[in-house]
């Protein structure tokens, strides 16, 4: 089960780290993932995800340049670094597990608990 952290409240123009950690064991490597949030009233969205190796990353519009996802297999981890927050990046961030990185929500059937990143302006 992956398991979401690093969530927090954090003033306008700051910046937070989420992970995510995935059961021991050596097929983390062979699954692509991504982060996702859901805003309060608002459907979810994708943010970022990247690829079995990590060579290869997308992200939605609005993050780009400000947040990075990365991963380490040695040690089952996702994360995302957030820079430059914004009230509008208010969220609850869930992390995902697939065969594809892409943004469609439905190829990813393995999901993570969320971590709450509120953005204060």
């Known amino acids: 089960q992956l398991q979401a952290s690093g969530g927090g409240l954090v003033q306008a123009g700051g910046s937070l780290t989420l992970s995510c950690a995935a059961p021991?064991?050596?097929?983390?490597?062979?699954?692509?993932m991504a982060w996702f949030r859901q805003a309060p009233g608002k459907e979810r969205e994708f943010v970022a995800a990247?690829?079995?190796?990590?060579?290869?990353?997308y992200y939605t519009d609005s993050v780009k340049g400000r947040f990075t996802i990365s991963r380490d297999n040695a040690n089952n981890t996702m994360y995302l670094q957030m820079n430059k927050l914004q009230p509008e990046d208010t969220a609850v961030y869930c992390c995902?597990?697939?065969?594809?990185?892409?943004?469609?929500?439905?190829?990813?059937?393995?999901w993570g608990q969320g971590t709450l990143v509120t953005v204060s302006s």
């Open positions: 995902a597990a697939g065969t594809f990185a892409t943004p469609i929500t439905r190829r990813y059937p393995y």
């Open positions: 021991s064991g050596r097929t983390f490597g062979s699954y692509a």
């Open positions: 990247i690829s079995q190796s990590g060579g290869i990353t």
